[in-house]
Every structure is written in structure tokens, then in C-alpha cells.
């Protein structure tokens, strides 16, 4: 199995697919509208009501009172304060989801940044155990013919086949660790 490589994507593609960016960003254009619509709710508007209402104290007797009501009616929210308030309320909450949203995309930038330098160190961790199991196998290598020679001990061929094992102990647990990092 191949070591893989670094994706090809950039990094604003890699911020779009993320869900917690996503939210975000609907949060936000949630907000937005709400803003807007606030705005738009303070304008004058002219419509037409009509309600009526019959009054009865017994139930054996027909209705005694009537209230009726009806004509145009002339709403001027922009001197409403609870209509300035749910507009100052829009326009905060808009503002604090932008700078959530802000915070967010800096914190991906960060998470895509460190996860990339993790992953290259780790590449560079696995080419270094690479290099040394290679050149710990020379060693072994060269330590088993000067034992077959009979110029060493057992000892020292023992000793040279712990530590070649442990670079390649250590040369699978790099290699593992960019797997894990790729992912």
C-alpha cells in the first residue's frame, strides 16, 4: 500500500465541505434576512379591519350588546418601541453571527493548517526511518558476515539485529502515523 499524498484541493474548497462551517454560514444568512425584514417592518402600512362582537349575559335571551368595528387602519411602526427594539436586537444578533462566522473560518484555517503541517512532519518522520532501516540493514548486514568471518561475537550481531529491529518498529509506527494523519 501506497504512502498517501496531501490532497489537491484548495483550501477554500476544503472550508465549504466543512459542516460546521455550513452551519454557520446559514446562521448568518439567517440573520441577514431577519435584519432585513426588521428594516422592512418599519415602514408605514395602510390596510383595512373589521370585527364585531356580540355580547350576552343569559343564554335564554337573544344578544343584548353589539360591538362593531371596522375602517382603514394607519400603522406607523417607526414610532413603535418595540419595533425599534426587535430592529436593534436584529442588528446585534446579525452582527454577533458574523464575527461567530468570522471566528469560525479562522479556527478551520487553523485546523487545515496544522493538520497539513502534521502530516508533511510526519512524511518527513516516516522518510527519515526509512533512510535509517536502510542504513541499519547495511550495518546488520555487515555485522553478520564479520560474525560468520568470525571477527565478532553473537553478542554484537544481537545486538545489531535489537536495534535494526526497533528502526523498523519505528519506521512502521511513522508510516502508520501518515496513514492516520492522511485521513
Same mark, same amino acid.
Given at each position: 500500500?501506497?504512502i498517501?499524498?496531501?490532497p489537491e ?20 444568512k ?11 417592518d418599519?415602514?408605514p ?7 364585531? *362582537?356580540? @355580547?350576552?349575559s ?5 344578544f ?14 417607526i414610532?413603535?418601541?418595540?419595533k ?12 454577533l453571527?458574523?464575527d461567530?462566522?468570522?471566528?469560525? *473560518? ?5 485546523e ?8 508533511? @512532519?510526519?512524511?518527513n ?6 533512510? &535509517? ?9 555487515? &555485522? ?6 568470525g571477527? *565478532? ?20 509506527s ?10
Amino acid at each position: 500500500m501506497e504512502i498517501p499524498s496531501l490532497p489537491e484541493l484548495f483550501p477554500t474548497r476544503a472550508l465549504k465541505n466543512l459542516p460546521y462551517l455550513k452551519v454557520k454560514e446559514a446562521e448568518l444568512k439567517e440573520s441577514l434576512l431577519v435584519k432585513k425584514s426588521s428594516q422592512y417592518d418599519l415602514y408605514p402600512s395602510l390596510s383595512f379591519r373589521a370585527s364585531g *362582537i356580540s @355580547m350576552s349575559s343569559d343564554l335564554s335571551t337573544p344578544f343584548k350588546q353589539w360591538k362593531v368595528s371596522f375602517g382603514p387602519v394607519l400603522n406607523l411602526p417607526i414610532w413603535s418601541p418595540k419595533k425599534k427594539i426587535a430592529r436593534k436586537v436584529a442588528f446585534s444578533q446579525a452582527e454577533l453571527y458574523k464575527d461567530e462566522w468570522n471566528a469560525s *473560518i479562522n479556527l478551520a484555517i487553523e485546523e487545515i493548517e496544522l493538520a497539513t503541517k502534521s502530516f508533511i @512532519m510526519s512524511q518527513n518522520e516516516h522518510s527519515i526511518a526509512s533512510n &535509517t532501516s536502510k542504513e541499519i540493514a547495511k550495518v546488520y548486514a555487515t &555485522t553478520l558476515e564479520h560474525l560468520q568471518a568470525g571477527l *565478532i561475537s553473537q553478542l554484537v550481531l544481537l545486538e545489531d539485529e535489537r536495534q535494526y529491529l526497533s528502526i523498523q518498529s519505528d519506521k512502521l509506527s511513522t508510516r502508520l502515523q501518515v496513514f492516520q494523519f492522511a485521513l
